[in-house]
């Protein structure tokens, strides 16, 4: 299917704000799904992801979260090879965020994308949009009626607002791919999160064996083919069950 781009300006939190919008090109009216990039932001390969997804019929909004710090900065493999030093930049950048921030975000990339918010949407997140995607959908339950997390990060802390104290009130359909190899966030740090929604049955927890942190992108050394084309199956699925 054939689709359009556009990147919007618009303000979140007093800052200046892009916000990636594809859709299929053909006029309609077609769900919107927010995503919620990973560690290394808006790159080509958050691009291509929301290429892929709008080419399925959908109206994909992607803020890009780290404009408190600059526009639309984005890493790919190539960088961190010409500079080990990025991951530290990286690091910097992925602790600016918070919770309600990203959350100002996502209000602001629908509202300048015209998004109608009383429509059912979608929510997807990789790596720190994990934790994102279970905001959103404890925050917006009406409205963001499906999600799906691949490789997630932050999902259980120590602090009194940590996601899997909340995890239970989650009403609408959710999917989450870990693997059992990641090095970054292991199955371990998320386990207080799994084990309160594992009697859900409305949350699917998957392990993908050997799957590392990150297995989602093509190109990438951490791209796990099976966890990858698992992970998008059944979030599509997900999506024309409860979108459509």
Known sequence: ME???QILDTVSDGEPMAV???QPAE??????IAIFHDGPGMRPATHEFAAKLAAEGYCVVVPDLYHRQGRMIG???ADFAKDPKLGETMWGLIVSLTDDGIQNDLDAA???????????MGVLGFCLGARAVVRTMTRLPDQFIAGATWHPSFLADDLPDSPHLTASTISGDLYIGIGDADKIQSIAMHQRFFDAVEPMANIEVEVFEGADHGYTWPGYSSYHEVAA????TK????LER???
């Open 229 to 232: 084309e698992t992970s998008w």
């Open 75 to 77: 890493y790919e493999p």
């Open 20 to 22: 990636l919008v594809k």
């Open 242 to 244: 409860t979108l459509g």
């Open 3 to 5: 689709i359009t781009e």
């Open 235 to 238: 979030t599509m699925a997900l």
């Open 110 to 120: 629908l509202a300048v994308a015209g998004v109608d918010t009383a429509a059912p």
């Open 27 to 32: 006029a309609g009216t077609y769900p919107t």
